[in-house]
């Protein structure tokens, strides 16, 4: 369950937009979904960056390619993206 503090933060990177739309070039305002970046073990205090669905679970998507693919791709990991939202809202 979210506390109301991570909701906000999740709902201030959902009105960003995709961050790779971002990255790419494309302009803010992609509409997006929470992806978040899984490391082993505990799911609860994960961070969390938006992707569209396309960029999320599309063909051209983090699940779609897998990690390592996606990563490979745009030449951005998720913690590349997850420093340039982070950046973004923070102003
Ligand atoms: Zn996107
Ligand atoms: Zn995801």
Redesign the pocket.
């Known amino acids: 369950m979210a506390t109301k503090s991570e909701k906000e933060h999740f709902d201030k990177l959902a009105r960003l937009g ?1 961050i ?2 971002i990255h790419l070039g ?1 302009g803010e305002g ?1 509409p ?1 979904v929470i992806h978040h970046i899984r490391r082993a073990g505990k799911r609860s205090n994960a961070p969390v960056i938006p ?2 669905p ?2 999320h679970t599309g063909n051209s998507g983090i699940h779609g390619l897998g990690r390592k693919a996606f990563e490979k791709n745009y030449q951005v990991t998720e913690y590349d993206l997850l420093e340039i939202a982070t950046g973004r809202i923070a102003s």
Do not use: F
């Open positions: 995709c790779l739309c494309y992609s997006a992707l569209c396309e960029h």
